[in-house]
């Protein structure tokens, strides 16, 4: 990880953000302050980061910024979405729904074997000519996502590692768990 973040100098981020050096490194010094027992940040982010180009790795950055600092599971620490359904909002974008992987595209269950399978009932079959939807790149973002969670070893080859992904039998969530609870 040293040899990755090394090129990430000061000059850079300010040279791509167009942040002023001062005011960057005040922020790094605040944010690094938190990785003390009796500190804490938390991450409140909207849409500006998760309508942006790059929502997903800003996301989980910010979570693995979060997770180095010791800021996750403490009092005032956390990642936080500011928006009216911010419960589920915090859980999709961080990808920790149990049936849902970052992007709102759904693991694949015990019926689809294959990548094939999976993308078939996902496809986007066009109304009308000419017809634009977000949806029609699914498969394109689904192997983006193999890609980014299995990197090199993700190949056409091998349908970008499809056979890793784990396959649901039943949706495994919270509200799920407390029903059987509640009857057993």
């Known amino acids: 990880m040293k040899a990755h973040y090394s090129r990430y100098t000061v000059e850079m981020v300010e040279r791509t953000c167009g942040s002023l050096r001062d005011k960057l490194l005040q922020a790094w010094q605040w944010i690094a302050e938190t990785a003390e027992p009796d500190q804490a940040m938390t991450s409140m982010y909207a849409l500006g980061w998760t309508q942006h180009s790059k929502a997903s790795q800003n996301m989980r950055t910010m979570a693995m910024v ?3 600092l010791g800021n996750i599971g403490v009092a005032g620490g956390g990642m936080n979405a500011l928006r009216g359904h911010s419960n589920i909002q915090g859980l999709t974008d961080l990808g920790l729904m149990s049936n849902l ?6 693991l694949p269950s015990e019926e689809e074997p294959s990548k094939a399978a999976y993308l078939k009932p996902r496809g986007f079959t066009p109304l009308r000519s000419g017809q634009l ?12 996502s193999l890609k980014a969670m299995y990197g090199r070893e993700a190949t056409a080859e091998n349908d970008f590692c499809y056979d890793w992904l784990p396959k649901l039998d039943v949706v495994y969530d919270v509200l799920a768990g407390l029903r059987a609870e509640a009857s057993g």
């Open 133 to 144: 939807s977000y949806w029609q790149n699914y498969p394109k973002f689904f192997v983006s």
């Open 66 to 68: 979060q997770l180095l």
């Open 101 to 106: 992987i970052p992007g709102y595209m759904t």
